[in-house]
């Protein structure tokens, strides 16, 4: 059942929203299903995206967000876009496959996965040349549903390995959202958190606001209240506080980048929290799909940080503009934690503790292994 453009009222809401997928392909309709994130938690809207500019203005303006997610949803447009095509030649074909690719591409800088995504789909261009457009199409279409596929898996088992480094009871702070809604399933950060509570280790997780787009307050503290997880939101400025008050045991994030060297780039504010957690002596965990982790970045100095426009800092989100007009606006969409202060990564192929490089190393070959 598609039943986008469906509105659900704020009653229905917190049972509704989870059953939804994040992002899904209507192939027969040519569309990609989301749910515009831009308007939760008050609304629950789906929206169906068609055209090129649909799906790249739905990335940058992250009605669907998260570096899965965007990975995810550009697999399906590309797909969708190349089945579009009425070229009848290879060489026609794959033109024009690389100049979309290269256009959705473009929507958001820092996420590794949304050219990981666009790249495997490439490759399969590539490899079926031979072939007739028709099969490059269906080959296309297999691998997009197998990057949503593994994305659930992958969501599953960086929470199996997240779990096993917690306790039941314990405090869990969480920066932005790394959560469902960010990927196909469970979400990375707060995987861990999730098959907790299915298995009953009552965590009390904080939920950092996360300023300026507030996804921590608007997704994070909605999807986990929706499943019943004991969260409470906080301001970005009070995390130095709660562990202070000594009730966060370990912290929890997710990723959009990170380099050989171990360095992370995530949404703006993760650097502030590690710093904290370090001088606290909390340990600091950054759930990473290998998807994530980007072989040609040597650290974080190499890795492009999205700059957004400063109405997301002034304006957005408010009833009315609460900053001075003119004033001058720095809006950096992420920051790099550097690998000093991070405990370990979790990949769905294992725990990567420093030195990095090397143990990023040894979870490629169990991958290239498996
Ligand atoms: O700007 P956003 O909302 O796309 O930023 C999202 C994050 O920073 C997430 O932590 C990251 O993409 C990991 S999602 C599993």
Redesign the pocket.
């Known amino acids: 059942m598609k039943d986008d453009g469906q509105f659900f009222d704020k009653s229905m809401l917190f049972n509704k929203s989870m059953e939804y997928e994040t992002v899904e392909l209507d192939d027969e309709d040519g569309s990609i299903i989301i749910i515009d994130q831009t308007l939760l938690p008050g609304k629950m809207e789906l929206i169906r995206l068609r055209t090129a500019q649909e799906i790249w203005d739905a990335i940058y303006l992250?009605r669907v967000?998260?570096?899965?997610?965007?990975g995810v949803t550009a697999a399906f447009g590309i797909y969708l876009l190349a089945k579009g095509t009425d070229a009848d030649h290879y060489e026609s074909f794959y033109r024009e496959f690389v100049k979309q690719k290269d256009y959705l591409n473009s929507a958001?800088p820092t996420?590794v996965n949304l050219s990981w995504a666009l790249e495997r789909m490439e490759k399969v261009c590539r490899e079926n040349k031979g072939c007739g457009i028709d099969e490059i199409k269906r080959a296309l279409k297999q691998e997009a549903l197998a990057i949503k596929e593994e994305d659930i898996w992958v969501c599953k088992t960086i929470g199996e390995y997240g779990l096993s480094l917690v306790k039941p009871g314990d405090g869990i702070l969480t920066?932005?959202?790394?959560?469902q809604l960010?990927?196909s399933k469970y979400?990375?950060?707060t995987a861990p958190i999730y098959l907790g509570q299915e298995r009953g280790y009552h965590f009390r997780v904080f939920a950092d606001e996360t300023r300026p787009?507030l996804?921590g307050a608007r997704l994070t503290a909605y999807e986990l209240q929706a499943a019943g997880v004991d969260v409470t939101l906080i301001c970005d400025n009070m995390s130095a506080m709660v562990m202070k008050n000594g009730w966060i045991n370990a912290v929890f994030?997710?990723?959009?980048r990170v380099a050989l060297n171990g360095d992370t780039a995530?949404?703006i504010g993760?650097s502030l929290v590690a710093i904290a957690a370090k001088r606290h002596n909390i340990p600091f965990y950054v759930?990473a799909p290998t998807s994530?982790i980007d072989r040609n970045t040597k650290t974080g100095g190499d890795i492009h940080i999205e700059q957004r426009p400063e109405e997301e800092v002034t304006s957005m989100w408010y009833k009315e503009r609460m900053a001075p007009e003119g004033v001058k606006v720095y809006n950096p969409?992420?920051d790099v934690t550097d690998h000093d202060l991070i405990t370990a990564v979790v990949t769905e192929y294992g725990i990567a503790r420093a030195p990095y490089e090397r143990a990023f190393q040894e979870i490629f070959e169990k991958k290239e292994r498996e």
């Not at 967000?65 to 965007?70: C, D, L, S, T, V």
């Not at 920066?175 to 959560?179: E, I, L, P």
């Open positions: 992250l967000r998260g570096a899965p997610a965007i958001r996420a920066h932005c959202n790394a959560g960010a990927t979400g990375t950060a787009l996804q994030v997710g990723c959009d995530n949404k993760t759930c994530t969409a992420f």
